[in-house]
T-cell receptor, first 109, second 114 residues
Framework: RKEVEQDPGPFNVPEGATVAFNCTYS??????FFWYRQDCRKEPKLLMS???SGNEDGRFTAQLNRASQYISLLIRDSKLSDSATYLC??????????FGKGTRLSVIA | DAGVTQSPTHLIKTRGQQVTLRCSPK?????VSWYQQALGQGPQFIFQ???????QRGNFPDRFSGHQFPNYSSELNVNALLLGDSALYLC?????????????FGPGTRLTVL
């Protein structure tokens, strides 16, 4: 079983739609969780950290369920500029970041 | 404040050759990690350098080696290149003592092995 699993998509949604991505991780010792965004042929950039209590940043909401080892990202009111690959990332203390394969989102006009 | 920089941006090599990629971390960062990202995959951890020593290593063969310099910049060397080494090589920097695992990525070097 891969350490971090994501549905690769693609998710094709119209502008203004709400879309949700899920991610599961296998290492129960994981301590830190992130969503990174990666545009085509560019480097990954941190979108948001994910906290146990859940957190929101504008149109983006991240949730963590430690019991189920599950992370989610919700994007409301999708914009064309949200089109990218979203990478789920986990970390266990001093271990390296472990990335999922990413979920590709295309927002269509 | 310069972010993470990498050079070169693109590189084409043939099988069996050797390559050196370079990275300068973000100002104030002392730790450099290298990742390989094949097409359609997430980045895979290669190794991490701090205080000029390799601190952690992922599941990569000895053909992959690295170095960190006193100014915190780093090199990734790959010997005896294989077609499968074609990928985007990403460098990420962080602060060892910050307790925050957040890493900042450079733009990457796209390596093509023919």
């Amino acid at each position: 079983r891969k350490e971090v699993e994501q549905d690769p998509g693609p998710f094709n949604v119209p502008e203004g739609a709400t879309v949700a991505f899920n991610c599961t991780y296998s290492n129960s010792a994981s301590q830190s969780f992130f969503w990174y965004r990666q545009d085509c042929r560019k480097e990954p950039k941190l979108l948001m950290s994910v906290y146990s209590s859940g957190n929101e940043d504008g149109r983006f909401t991240a949730q963590l369920n430690r019991a189920s080892q599950y992370i989610s990202l919700l994007i409301r009111d999708s914009k064309l500029s949200d089109s990218a690959t979203y990478l789920c990332v986990v970390n266990s203390g001093n271990t390296p970041l472990v990335f999922g394969k990413g979920t590709r989102l295309s927002v269509i006009a | 404040d310069a972010g993470v920089t990498q050079s070169p941006t693109h590189l084409i090599k043939t099988r069996g050759q050797q390559v050196t990629l370079r990275c300068s971390p973000k100002s104030g960062h002392d730790t450099v990690s290298w990742y390989q990202q094949a097409l359609g995959q997430g980045p895979q951890f290669i190794f991490q350098y701090y205080e000029e020593e390799e601190r952690q290593r992922g599941n990569f063969p000895d053909r992959f080696s690295g170095h960190q310099f006193p100014n915190y910049s780093s090199e990734l060397n790959v010997n005896a290149l294989l077609l499968g080494d074609s990928a985007l090589y990403l460098c990420a920097s962080s602060r060892w003592t910050s307790g925050n695992p957040e890493q900042f990525f450079g733009p990457g070097t796209r390596l093509t092995v023919l």
